[in-house]
């Protein structure tokens, strides 16, 4: 019997952080549970393909855009379900243990958010998330995604769009996404450099406009400046 989880990891210049995101993943694959490993990646300059490729990884080029890059590596996966994981986000210890217990009632299935970081603005703003996603269920990439293939087929699968892609497919997974007892740590640099409040305001300014119909091109270029 084939291993259940085809995991999926967009990429773009990730280097430095996708070997520990890949180190997390090996309590899953003791435990049985990763069929295979999937890196979708956007034109990486640096060492992200030979560090894929060295791990055993499909490794799949396209245009960088996040929405597109998941979309193409779900369609490459093979497995009955699919983790999606960001390149800076690692699976803390435990979690294996958690998705087993899911993986016989399909559905859509998010990790609680933590930062690498010991700040109370840190714990702040991963509170936040986490109350969002239970509140509005909304939960965002870098809280990692495990879906079964044929709900992610009925919802219509990632947009290929550069921004809000997490946000998209949550809102077609209304009502259908539930957390999971395990807590996915992502990088606080982004924070740590732009400072906690600015960057949570941006956030939350970015997912309101796009409520109110921005388009996403438009908003992923503001956000990178």
Known sequence: MRAPISVI?????A???LAPCLGALGEGLAAGLLRELVVSDGGSEDGT???AEAAGAILLSGPPSR?????????AAKGDWLLFLHADTQLALGWAEAVQAVLTRPGAYHFRLAFDAASPAARWVAGWA????ALFGLPYGDQGLLI???TYDAAGGYPDIPLMEDVALARALRGKLRALPATAITSAAKYQHQGW????????GTLLRY???ADPETLAIRYRR
Not at 9 to 13: A, D, E, S, Y
């Open 9 to 13: 990891i967009p990429t773009l210049n």
């Open 15 to 17: 280097e430095a952080s």
């Open 49 to 51: 393909a030979a560090l």
């Open 67 to 75: 929405g597109g890059q998941l979309r193409r590596g779900a369609e």
């Open 130 to 133: 986490n109350l969002r996603s």
């Open 148 to 150: 079964d293939r044929a």
């Open 197 to 204: 409040i600015a960057r949570g305001a941006r956030n939350l």
């Open 211 to 213: 409520f109110a119909g």
